[in-house]
């Protein structure tokens, strides 16, 4: 079982950045891909991003794409999500998650360990 825990969240203005971390402990990210959903107030939890193990290969949703950037640092064991250009509707919950498999997967139910999450909002 890998543990995460993310940091990094906070209030941000519209237009502003944010990088959000996750640091794993329990397993090496080296062979872990890794992934990044969302979960706004009402709403289901939605996939942002996901890196596969090796790191070469990355897949965004729609309403991220060209804004967020998501890398792995093997040496420091962890996730990051890079946020530029936020937007209100980026206000959620963000949860980094880890899939043993190792594959960029944009679905939850692939990955198999969890993050707590971490709040961000972005005011208008």
């Known amino acids: 079982q890998v543990q995460l825990v993310e940091s990094g969240g906070g209030l941000v203005q519209a237009g502003g950045s944010l990088k959000l971390s996750c640091e794993a402990s329990g397993s090496s990210v080296t062979s872990l891909a890794m992934g990044w959903f969302r979960q706004a107030p009402g709403k289901e939890r939605e996939f942002v991003g996901a890196?596969?193990?090796?790191?070469?290969?990355?897949n965004y949703a729609d309403s991220v794409k060209g804004r967020f950037a998501i890398s792995k640092d093997n040496a420091k064991n962890t996730g990051y999500l890079q946020m530029n250009s936020l937007k209100p509707e980026d206000t959620a919950v963000y949860y980094c998650a880890a899939d043993l498999a190792g594959a960029a997967s944009t679905r939850a139910y692939d990955y198999d360990d969890w993050g707590q999450g971490t709040q961000v909002t972005v005011s208008a």
């Open positions: 890196i596969n193990w090796r790191g070469r290969s990355t």
